[in-house]
């Protein structure tokens, strides 16, 4: 069954959406055969989110120690990596980093925190007391990261300001369990079901090279797209010494874009951004993202990692004839 | 007129031709509007010249002193540039390079001297004998660029082994005033023609962003096709300190692409090769290039920059799924 991209992408682009099957078939596209693919994923992205780009900046505010297993992760206390370990940063610094990303173009600044959950009382009041200020004091958007959380502790960030919560599905739910076994699957999508009810929209995403099937790749889109999240963040693994999948093998480019473009069909009208593992896993394709269909990416370093200077990226979206959404948009 | 891409690019693979002004409408197109444009360019390649790439590496065989006032030339007489001056190197540095460029990859090695021509005699003789050993010892093809030549040049280069002779016209006709005025733009499309009449392959084409129009580029374009060239070089200025367009605004990414392209649709059948300037004009767009219907790449140095490591090359090749073209195919 050869897929009409021109009939898929106007079926999409009219409301349709895209079949199971259908995605599956567009998982076997190899080479230029993808090009089709990453057009009917940029039509869809204009017409549903626009052509602007979306920047978002993070900061570990809290780092290491953490409880959970995942596989691919430097600040699990079950791996033995070289990740700083620290508790919460101070409000000041929480505030500072925020303008530093204000300053580098985002317009969405993540206060990220690792461990199943932040603390009620001190941990949480500090976090909320830096958004109130970020709110204040600077036009970006802080959102928060702060593990599984309850109504209480949504609330709490609802009423200090946060607009965004982000919390990942990771994978999907039939690899989970290879990915974590410390906590279930379902624990996270309550925890993206409460952050709705509370009133947060929701960024929620995963990483891929975990050594998940394509098939597993798309089971978690649409579960994404029951849970009906506001913003997807696409991570590429980018394997880390000391963790289980230090030896795991890269994505390959064409790969994860033909991952970004099957996730635009599949979630038409969401903000995908492009977040960790772009520079190691993408090289000189990273330019590709946009036209793959993402509609906005991570600038500045990640978790664990670094990435590359906020001016490359700048000159990129330059080259590209791209411009910025501003914050709220 | 919103031109059908589609339609326009399966009239170019049944045979037909693009209209001028089909072209010229063409290259009003912006931005993501670029998308279709590409992917007609990149459909037409493959049809014609097939999805492998085509490498190429050059040495600089004799440098500067260049009586000719090319204004973005640093090897000009003309002009005070930081551009090496050195007469023909020896027949052991030819060979030499040869298998550097062979070792690169490359499958045709560019031997180009500076000058309107190159002395009959010992000179000429020289390039012939390196030929000769080039062709009995590596596997790479070896092409020259020896300025004007007659057509007694052009037989003992037929005779030495050469196949290709490399001979750019740098701009349109109407521009070339602009842009050099110590020979006549006749004289270049002669020596296309005596290289033709004496058996000889033509590689052919020039440098953009001279201040030229985007007309006459296409302009260019159609005279390549009139003159029927067999390969075409397409290179990017990159503004040299002490040569007249050393304060050029730098052509932007998007438009070198959008000029490849163009280029494939005007001459579909063509071997057609990026080279000086890549790196520096496309930045992270240098992986567009094959998207936008380029079918070869230089690597390695060039006449009087430096090129990317080869490596870096061959791994965005890989990373496109993009397999090289071995050597006389």
Not at 294 to 305: E, H, K, R, V, W
Request: a negative charge; hydrophobic letters at 35%; aromatic letters at 6%.
């Amino acid at each position: 069954m050869k897929m009409n991209l021109e009939k898929l992408g106007e079926r999409i682009i009219e409301g349709g959406d895209i079949l199971v099957e259908e995605a599956l078939e567009l998982a076997n596209l190899r080479g230029s055969a993808l090009y089709p693919l990453f057009g009917a994923a940029s039509r869809i992205k204009e017409h549903f989110v626009g052509d602007k780009v979306f920047l978002c900046s993070i900061v570990n505010a809290k780092s290491g120690r953490c409880p959970e297993n995942c596989s691919f992760c430097a600040q699990s206390a079950h791996h033995k990596t070289d990740a700083p370990v620290y508790s919460l940063i101070d409000e000041e610094r929480m505030v500072a980093c925020a303008r530093e990303a204000e300053k580098n173009g985002s317009s969405c600044y993540g206060i990220i925190t690792s461990g199943t959950s932040i603390k009620k009382g001190e941990e949480l009041e500090r976090i909320c007391n830096a958004v109130r200020r970020i709110r204040r004091e600077t036009g970006i958007t802080p959102s928060c990261s702060l593990g599984i959380i309850n109504h209480e502790t949504a609330s709490a960030l609802v009423e200090a300001g946060v607009e965004t919560y982000h919390h990942n599905l990771e994978t999907s739910r039939s690899f989970f369990p290879n990915v974590c076994t410390t906590h279930d699957y379902e624990e996270d999508v309550n925890t993206v079901r409460v952050a709705k009810k509370a009133g947060l929209k929701v960024c929620c995403g995963g990483i891929f090279g975990l050594g998940e099937s394509v098939a597993q790749r798309i089971e978690m889109a649409y579960t994404l797209r029951e849970l009906d999240v506001d913003s997807v963040p696409l991570n590429f693994l980018n394997p880390i010494a000391g963790t289980k999948l230090e030896n795991a093998e890269n994505i390959t480019p064409m790969e994860c874009l033909q991952t970004i473009a099957l996730f635009r069909l599949i979630l038409p009208t969401k903000r995908i951004s492009i977040c960790g593992g772009r520079e190691k896993n993408l090289r000189d394709l990273q330019s590709w993202i946009f036209f793959a269909g993402a509609s906005g990416t991570m600038i500045g370093n990640y978790l664990t990692t670094t990435g590359r200077a906020a001016e490359e990226d700048w000159q990129m979206l330059k080259d590209l004839n791209l411009s910025v959404a501003s914050c709220c948009e």
